[in-house]
């Protein structure tokens, strides 16, 4: 299986829907999705909405961290939402679901 990402600005707020698997061959396509995101000096917020994210392995939980720490370079917040049962506990049994705060099962609150 593929990964795509689909990315909706609004305002400060960039949200970047994943549906797929995140692995090996597929992480990079979301580091290069948070990186032009960030492109916008506009942008304080970077979100990834993982409700359609099938599968995340040792290499995507690794750009998920460089993803957050991109983000927080310039100052930014980064979230996940809509996490899968599956991505969760992966996260969890990785000790990165506190890492990567913000984390939630809803919709995350845009900053202003």
Not at 28 to 52: F, I, K, P, W, Y
Not at 65 to 79: I, T
Request: proline letters at 3%; hydrophobic letters at 45%.
């Amino acid at each position: 299986m593929s990964l795509t990402t689909e990315t909706v600005h609004a305002g400060p707020v960039v949200r970047i829907r994943l549906r797929g698997e995140m692995d090996v061959d597929t992480s990079g396509l979301v580091h290069d999705a948070v990186l032009a995101a960030l492109t916008s000096d506009s942008v304080r917020q970077v979100v990834l909405d993982l409700g359609e994210l099938a599968f995340i392995d040792s290499s995507g939980m690794g750009t998920l961290v460089a993803c957050q720490r991109a983000v927080g370079v310039g100052g930014g917040m980064f979230n996940l939402e809509n996490l899968a049962p599956f991505v969760r506990r992966q996260l969890f049994a990785a000790g990165l679901l506190g890492l990567l705060g913000g984390i939630d099962d809803g919709p995350a609150d845009a900053a202003s």
